[in-house]
């Protein structure tokens, strides 16, 4: 098999982990030395200084993409800020040969600026959402993804999900048994499915400026598991079915069925997390009518049965 060149490219401002995932994992935790050649480079070679004040050395320029297999920006200090036009130049110039283009986290902004995105699904970090989608509203960004892979442009979520990106780089060119000992050496889960879902906490609020509302969610978070109607809600409140559905709606940004749905969910993670009940337990604890609902909401959530949910969280040997 021929040595495949792995260009990292330094940009200012950049965050030290970020650069360091893919100089790690294609270089000094490579247990089979010979599979990928790993080259620095920048803009300009020479200094360049970190988020942080680090600074290294970079012997390249903008030439190492020339002949890179693959390319990977790991982070981008301001999404505000387009990159050079000798960047977005070299990384069209190299995936237009054939080299894989990768972005991780932050790193998905210089590809989206380059056009490369353009009319194709792309990850990055969920915080990041409502930012990059009103700056490039003709990419179809997945917050609810770990990594994307669309034809030779890969893209990944925040931080850890960098990791688990350059893993299925070298489980795609080397095969698994390669890719589980090089996460063996970093301590590291060897797989985890592009498509999950970012592990993100996104509570419902706990509280709103509406008084009568917040009495009536302390009510119903100690009641998930009973059925609920518009009617009987709006009799607790003393309100028209319609005032009420008004008022829960500017307090909470969310409808009756949608909160309740949140809600449910969330308990439902810590139920699994912190309880050993079978999913069909779960799930009515909860409040969901039946178990298949329970996976089918869980899974369009989060992107993960409940099962994986708790094996994720609770180590392999959880049921």
């Known amino acids: 098999m021929s040595v495949l060149n792995v260009a990292v490219v330094a940009t200012p401002g950049f965050s030290p982990f ?101 009319q194709r699904r792309a990850a990055t970090h969920w915080e990041y959402e409502r930012d990059f989608s009103t700056r490039f509203p003709e990419v179809q960004l997945d917050t609810n993804a770990l990594y994307i ?15 688990d990106c350059c893993l299925y780089l070298v489980r795609k060119h080397c095969g698994s048994a390669l890719a589980n000992r090089v996460a063996r050496r970093m301590v590291m889960p060897p797989y985890r499915d592009g498509g999950q879902a970012q ?13 009568q509302i917040n009495t009536l969610l302390d009510f119903l978070r100690r009641n998930l598991h009973q059925t609920h109607d518009l009617d009987s809600l ?10 009420f559905t008004r008022h829960f709606q500017k307090a909470t940004g969310m409808s009756v069925g949608d909160w309740l749905n ?15 009940n079978s ?3 779960v799930a009515e604890l909860a409040g969901f009518h039946s178990p298949v609902s329970f996976r089918q909401s869980f ?11 708790r094996r994720t969280f609770r180590g392999r040997g959880s049921v």
């Open 262 to 276: 949140a809600e449910r969910l969330q308990r439902s993670q810590e139920l699994l997390e912190s309880t050993d």
């Open 234 to 243: 709006a009799r607790t409140v003393n309100m028209s079915r319609r005032t």
């Open 199 to 211: 592990f993100i906490e996104r509570p419902v609020p706990e509280t709103t400026r509406d008084a």
């Open 299 to 309: 899974k369009t959530r989060f992107g993960v049965s409940p099962g994986e949910w």
């Open 279 to 281: 999913v069909e337990a």
């Open 149 to 163: 892979d669309d034809d030779r442009l890969i893209t990944s979520a925040g931080t850890a999900a960098g990791i």
């Open 18 to 118: 970020h650069f360091s995932v893919p100089c790690i994992i294609f270089g000094e935790t490579m247990t089979d030395p010979g599979r990928f050649a790993l080259h620095l480079c920048a803009d300009q070679p020479g200094r360049v200084e970190s988020d942080l004040g680090m600074v290294i050395e970079v012997d390249q320029g903008l030439e190492a993409l020339d002949h890179a297999d693959i390319v990977i920006v790991p982070f981008w200090a301001d999404p505000a800020q387009p990159p050079s036009g000798a960047l977005i130049a070299a990384l069209n110039a190299a995936w237009q040969r054939g080299a894989e283009v990768v972005g991780l986290c932050l790193g998905t902004y210089v590809l989206a600026w380059a056009g490369l995105l353009t």
